[in-house]
């Protein structure tokens, strides 16, 4: 509060607390609200499974994976929390809520901010609320760029899960095979330039979502229903391998057992339940032009698997063996 008053002066941290319920603040009740958030959370996690696709490069998978994901993933959520836990320690949770409400709600509660601050309101992030804490607004520049390396290392792994997607399906020809082709140092050419397409497509919604098209916020959602489509069925895969496929199970380096039943079924049906679970809230969030624009991509989707199929039986090539066993390395 001290911090607060010292920067944008005094009495402005106690206005603002009086301002948000004076221009209608409301609060969700405990369910909704925690339901919308862990939608949040768990979108903010997604992505800790790229580094799977970049297996085939690890000598030691089953020791490397399972210590990497393991302390990655406990390194991941205490930066998230302390995220969190420090600003809402520093100025109160109510604060930073009644602040959100008042920048985001309307125009109306965002010139009522700006007449209490008397300038230009700055976006509710961490590297701002930082900069104010620490007395520095260079504190929110370094905060800022650090975020943005982090965006960077992302985006690597990212890029190469979807180019090796691209390529792991071509190969299985389940998408056409000009996706497996590869250039004279080994990288897939047509995966790579597709996901170059795409990426450029995405900052271009991005950016058109930022100046709230509506267009943009529709694909933005539909994006996200689509990125997490992939998770229910990788779930069920684990929670049934060890049952379907044993022969494969058998060669797979995460064979742990509790009680005799397979971590993999375990941890496979939290998957399923997880991945359905954020489904149904993407699909929530979409508006009537997302989900137009959803039944057109899965009926394309439809219609080029059953090319695909009909494409291989006439080459001679029973799809259904496709799967039936591991390629060569």
């Known amino acids: 509060q001290t911090a607060w008053n010292n920067v944008f002066g005094q009495g ?7 301002a948000a319920p004076a221009n209608g603040i409301t609060y969700m009740d405990f369910g909704a609200a925690t339901t919308g958030l862990l939608l949040i959370v768990l979108w903010a996690y997604s992505g800790l499974e790229g580094i799977s696709f970049a297996g085939s490069e690890v000598k030691t998978p089953k020791t490397s994976f399972m210590r990497g994901y393991v302390y990655g993933l406990i390194a991941v959520i205490i930066l998230y929390m302390l995220n969190a836990w420090t600003v809402s320690y520093a100025f109160g949770y109510k604060f930073i809520e009644d602040y959100s409400f008042l920048y985001y709600n309307s125009s109306s509660t965002f010139n009522a901010l700006q007449t209490i601050l008397g300038t230009t309101p700055a976006a509710p992030t961490v590297p701002f609320y930082a900069s104010i804490i620490v007395g520095n607004p260079y504190v929110a520049i370094i905060l800022g760029f650090s975020y943005w390396l982090w965006y960077i290392d992302t985006i690597i792994i990212i890029w190469m899960a979807g180019v090796r997607g691209l390529f792991a399906m071509a190969f299985d020809r389940m998408i056409p095979t000009r996706f497996a082709n590869i250039n004279k140092r080994g990288s897939p050419t047509w995966a790579n330039h597709f996901i170059g397409i795409f990426a450029l497509l995405g900052v271009v919604l991005g950016l058109m979502d930022y100046y709230s098209m509506s267009l943009a916020s529709s694909v933005l959602a539909l994006m996200d229903f689509t990125c997490l489509f992939f998770i229910w069925p990788l779930g069920l895969a684990g929670m049934l391998l060890p049952y379907t496929r044993p022969d494969l199970f058998e060669k797979s380096t995460f064979q742990y057992r509790i ?6 079924t ?3 049906t939290l998957t399923f339940a997880v ?3 954020m489904m149904i809230m993407t699909a929530t969030e979409e508006d009537i032009t997302a989900e137009l624009l959803n039944i057109v991509l899965v009926t394309a989707g439809l219609l080029l698997l059953v090319y695909m199929w009909a494409r291989n039986q006439k080459e001679g090539i029973d799809p259904n063996k496709i799967f039936t066993e591991i390629p060569p390395a």
């Open 275 to 277: 991945g359905w679970y």
């Open 259 to 264: 009680k005799g039943i397979p971590v993999m």
């Open 266 to 268: 375990i941890l496979g």
């Open 12 to 18: 402005t941290y106690q206005k603002i607390l009086q």
